[in-house]
Protein backbone atom coordinates (compact mmCIF):
# COMPACT_ATOMS: atom_id res chain seq x y z
CA UNK A 1 0.00 0.00 0.00
CA UNK A 2 0.93 3.91 -0.33
CA UNK A 3 3.37 4.94 2.56
CA UNK A 4 4.49 8.52 2.88
CA UNK A 5 7.59 9.57 5.51
CA UNK A 6 8.63 12.09 6.45
CA UNK A 7 11.46 13.78 9.07
CA UNK A 8 9.61 14.76 12.22
CA UNK A 9 11.25 18.13 13.33
CA UNK A 10 13.27 21.18 11.66
CA UNK A 11 14.70 24.03 13.33
CA UNK A 12 15.79 26.94 11.40
CA UNK A 13 16.51 30.54 12.29
CA UNK A 14 14.37 33.54 10.83
CA UNK A 15 16.05 34.42 7.12
CA UNK A 16 17.47 31.02 5.85
CA UNK A 17 15.87 28.64 4.13
CA UNK A 18 14.25 25.75 4.65
CA UNK A 19 13.55 22.24 3.19
CA UNK A 20 11.43 19.57 4.20
CA UNK A 21 11.54 16.36 2.54
CA UNK A 22 9.35 13.62 1.93
CA UNK A 23 9.24 10.17 0.29
CA UNK A 24 6.35 7.93 -1.22
CA UNK A 25 5.78 4.91 -2.40
CA UNK A 26 2.94 4.78 -5.01
CA UNK A 27 5.07 5.11 -8.04
CA UNK A 28 1.13 5.74 -10.14
CA UNK A 29 0.90 9.00 -7.84
CA UNK A 30 -0.55 11.72 -10.07
CA UNK A 31 -0.57 14.04 -7.57
CA UNK A 32 1.47 15.02 -4.71
CA UNK A 33 0.85 18.42 -2.31
CA UNK A 34 1.82 19.90 0.78
CA UNK A 35 -0.48 21.22 3.54
CA UNK A 36 0.44 23.37 6.71
CA UNK A 37 -0.91 23.57 9.76
CA UNK A 38 -0.94 25.99 12.19
CA UNK A 39 -1.24 25.63 15.53
CA UNK A 40 -4.95 25.17 16.77
CA UNK A 41 -6.47 25.43 12.73
CA UNK A 42 -7.15 22.53 10.30
CA UNK A 43 -4.88 22.01 6.97
CA UNK A 44 -4.46 23.98 4.27
CA UNK A 45 -2.98 23.62 1.23
CA UNK A 46 0.28 25.32 0.63
CA UNK A 47 1.12 23.94 -2.86
CA UNK A 48 1.02 21.07 -5.14
CA UNK A 49 3.04 19.36 -8.02
CA UNK A 50 1.70 17.03 -10.86
CA UNK A 51 3.53 14.15 -11.60
CA UNK A 52 4.83 15.00 -14.97
CA UNK A 53 6.30 18.39 -13.61
CA UNK A 54 10.05 18.63 -12.04
CA UNK A 55 9.50 21.82 -10.55
CA UNK A 56 7.12 24.36 -9.49
CA UNK A 57 7.45 28.04 -8.04
CA UNK A 58 5.24 30.03 -6.03
CA UNK A 59 7.22 32.83 -4.36
CA UNK A 60 8.86 31.83 -1.42
CA UNK A 61 7.90 28.00 -2.40
CA UNK A 62 9.81 25.91 -4.63
CA UNK A 63 8.43 22.42 -4.81
CA UNK A 64 10.75 19.54 -6.22
CA UNK A 65 10.07 16.14 -7.59
CA UNK A 66 12.61 13.86 -8.21
CA UNK A 67 9.94 10.66 -9.39
CA UNK A 68 13.04 8.00 -9.99
CA UNK A 69 13.51 8.30 -6.12
CA UNK A 70 9.95 9.22 -5.37
CA UNK A 71 11.00 12.08 -3.27
CA UNK A 72 9.56 15.16 -2.73
CA UNK A 73 11.04 18.50 -1.31
CA UNK A 74 9.40 21.73 -0.07
CA UNK A 75 11.67 24.35 -0.16
CA UNK A 76 10.65 28.00 1.85
CA UNK A 77 12.81 30.57 0.97
CA UNK A 78 13.38 33.36 3.48
CA UNK A 79 11.73 31.51 6.38
CA UNK A 80 9.72 33.68 8.80
CA UNK A 81 8.66 33.23 12.23
CA UNK A 82 4.86 32.77 11.07
CA UNK A 83 6.10 29.67 8.47
CA UNK A 84 6.65 27.41 12.21
CA UNK A 85 3.45 25.32 11.76
CA UNK A 86 3.49 21.40 10.87
CA UNK A 87 3.76 20.63 7.10
CA UNK A 88 2.26 17.56 5.94
CA UNK A 89 3.09 15.95 2.38
CA UNK A 90 0.54 13.91 0.64
CA UNK A 91 0.04 11.72 -2.34
CA UNK A 92 -3.16 11.20 -3.96
CA UNK A 93 -4.08 7.44 -5.10
CA UNK A 94 -3.89 6.62 -8.61
CA UNK A 95 -8.09 6.54 -8.32
CA UNK A 96 -7.46 10.25 -7.08
CA UNK A 97 -10.12 8.77 -4.14
CA UNK A 98 -8.24 9.46 -1.36
CA UNK A 99 -4.79 10.92 0.03
CA UNK A 100 -2.29 9.22 1.96
CA UNK A 101 -0.34 12.03 4.58
CA UNK A 102 3.05 12.01 6.06
CA UNK A 103 3.24 12.38 9.75
CA UNK A 104 4.11 15.49 8.80
CA UNK A 105 7.23 18.06 9.71
CA UNK A 106 7.55 20.86 12.56
CA UNK A 107 8.96 23.44 11.54
CA UNK A 108 10.14 25.51 14.36
CA UNK A 109 11.74 29.55 13.20
CA UNK A 110 13.66 30.54 15.89
CA UNK A 111 14.40 34.83 15.63
CA UNK B 1 -18.29 32.19 6.39
CA UNK B 2 -16.11 29.24 6.97
CA UNK B 3 -16.88 26.84 3.51
CA UNK B 4 -16.51 23.66 5.61
CA UNK B 5 -17.61 23.63 9.24
CA UNK B 6 -17.47 21.27 12.52
CA UNK B 7 -19.62 21.24 15.39
CA UNK B 8 -18.95 20.70 18.52
CA UNK B 9 -15.13 22.82 18.33
CA UNK B 10 -14.47 20.83 21.20
CA UNK B 11 -15.99 18.28 23.56
CA UNK B 12 -15.24 16.20 26.91
CA UNK B 13 -17.30 13.42 27.60
CA UNK B 14 -17.01 9.79 29.57
CA UNK B 15 -16.51 6.43 28.56
CA UNK B 16 -19.20 4.40 27.15
CA UNK B 17 -21.18 7.85 25.77
CA UNK B 18 -22.78 7.78 22.72
CA UNK B 19 -20.86 11.17 20.64
CA UNK B 20 -21.70 12.71 17.29
CA UNK B 21 -19.66 15.18 15.79
CA UNK B 22 -21.25 16.66 12.78
CA UNK B 23 -19.65 18.66 9.48
CA UNK B 24 -21.24 20.89 7.05
CA UNK B 25 -19.72 22.29 3.84
CA UNK B 26 -20.59 25.39 1.30
CA UNK B 27 -18.39 24.21 -1.10
CA UNK B 28 -20.47 22.16 -3.16
CA UNK B 29 -18.26 19.29 -3.08
CA UNK B 30 -19.69 15.91 -3.47
CA UNK B 31 -16.65 14.08 -1.16
CA UNK B 32 -16.43 14.13 2.29
CA UNK B 33 -13.96 12.60 4.58
CA UNK B 34 -13.51 12.34 8.47
CA UNK B 35 -9.80 11.86 9.64
CA UNK B 36 -8.19 11.92 13.04
CA UNK B 37 -5.02 13.21 14.22
CA UNK B 38 -2.85 11.97 16.88
CA UNK B 39 0.34 13.39 17.95
CA UNK B 40 3.32 12.04 15.98
CA UNK B 41 0.53 9.80 13.76
CA UNK B 42 -0.29 12.22 11.11
CA UNK B 43 -4.09 11.98 9.83
CA UNK B 44 -5.75 8.77 9.40
CA UNK B 45 -8.72 8.19 7.37
CA UNK B 46 -11.32 7.03 9.52
CA UNK B 47 -14.42 7.17 6.33
CA UNK B 48 -14.95 8.62 3.20
CA UNK B 49 -18.12 9.61 1.13
CA UNK B 50 -18.67 10.05 -2.57
CA UNK B 51 -22.15 10.92 -2.36
CA UNK B 52 -25.11 10.27 0.04
CA UNK B 53 -25.35 6.45 -1.12
CA UNK B 54 -21.72 5.96 -0.78
CA UNK B 55 -19.89 5.27 2.13
CA UNK B 56 -16.36 3.53 2.53
CA UNK B 57 -14.34 3.04 5.40
CA UNK B 58 -10.71 4.03 5.81
CA UNK B 59 -8.01 2.68 7.76
CA UNK B 60 -9.07 2.83 11.16
CA UNK B 61 -13.14 2.83 10.68
CA UNK B 62 -13.85 -0.17 14.11
CA UNK B 63 -15.52 1.78 16.96
CA UNK B 64 -16.74 4.18 14.43
CA UNK B 65 -19.79 4.87 12.05
CA UNK B 66 -20.66 7.78 9.84
CA UNK B 67 -24.13 8.95 8.15
CA UNK B 68 -23.76 11.22 4.69
CA UNK B 69 -27.21 12.93 5.58
CA UNK B 70 -27.25 15.19 2.77
CA UNK B 71 -24.41 16.64 0.26
CA UNK B 72 -23.31 18.88 2.40
CA UNK B 73 -23.77 17.20 5.90
CA UNK B 74 -21.49 14.08 6.93
CA UNK B 75 -21.36 13.24 10.72
CA UNK B 76 -18.94 10.85 12.46
CA UNK B 77 -20.34 9.24 15.29
CA UNK B 78 -18.44 7.25 18.43
CA UNK B 79 -20.94 4.46 19.15
CA UNK B 80 -19.50 3.68 22.75
CA UNK B 81 -16.38 5.98 23.44
CA UNK B 82 -13.30 4.67 24.74
CA UNK B 83 -10.30 6.67 25.89
CA UNK B 84 -8.46 5.72 23.15
CA UNK B 85 -10.00 7.70 20.93
CA UNK B 86 -9.09 11.21 22.40
CA UNK B 87 -8.04 12.95 19.28
CA UNK B 88 -8.02 15.95 17.10
CA UNK B 89 -10.81 15.05 14.26
CA UNK B 90 -11.23 16.47 11.24
CA UNK B 91 -13.69 16.80 8.26
CA UNK B 92 -12.43 17.66 4.72
CA UNK B 93 -14.17 17.92 1.39
CA UNK B 94 -12.85 17.74 -2.44
CA UNK B 95 -14.37 17.84 -5.50
CA UNK B 96 -14.67 14.40 -7.68
CA UNK B 97 -14.46 15.89 -11.33
CA UNK B 98 -11.40 14.76 -13.00
CA UNK B 99 -8.59 17.25 -12.73
CA UNK B 100 -9.17 18.31 -9.62
CA UNK B 101 -6.76 15.54 -7.85
CA UNK B 102 -8.41 14.97 -4.89
CA UNK B 103 -7.19 18.40 -3.59
CA UNK B 104 -8.75 18.32 0.04
CA UNK B 105 -10.29 21.21 1.66
CA UNK B 106 -9.99 20.77 5.66
CA UNK B 107 -12.56 21.87 8.55
CA UNK B 108 -11.08 23.59 12.05
CA UNK B 109 -11.13 20.20 14.16
CA UNK B 110 -12.94 18.96 17.27
CA UNK B 111 -10.82 18.07 19.81
CA UNK B 112 -12.41 15.06 21.64
CA UNK B 113 -11.45 13.86 24.91
CA UNK B 114 -13.14 10.83 26.38
CA UNK B 115 -11.72 10.33 29.99
Known amino acids: GEDVEQSLFLSVREGDSSVINCTYT??????LYWYKQEPGAGLQLLTY?????DMKQDQRLTVLLNKKDKHLSLRIADTQTGDSAIYFC???????????FGKGTMLLVSP | DADVTQTPRNRITKTGKRIMLECSQT?????MYWYRQDPGLGLQLIYY???????NKGEISDGYSVSRQAQAKFSLSLESAIPNQTALYFC??????????????FGPGTRLTVL
Open chain 2, 92 to 105: ATSDGRQGFGNEQF
Open chain 1, 26 to 31: DSSSTY
Open chain 1, 49 to 53: IFSNM
Open chain 1, 90 to 100: AEANSGYSTLT
Open chain 2, 27 to 31: KGHDR
Open chain 2, 49 to 55: SFDVKDI
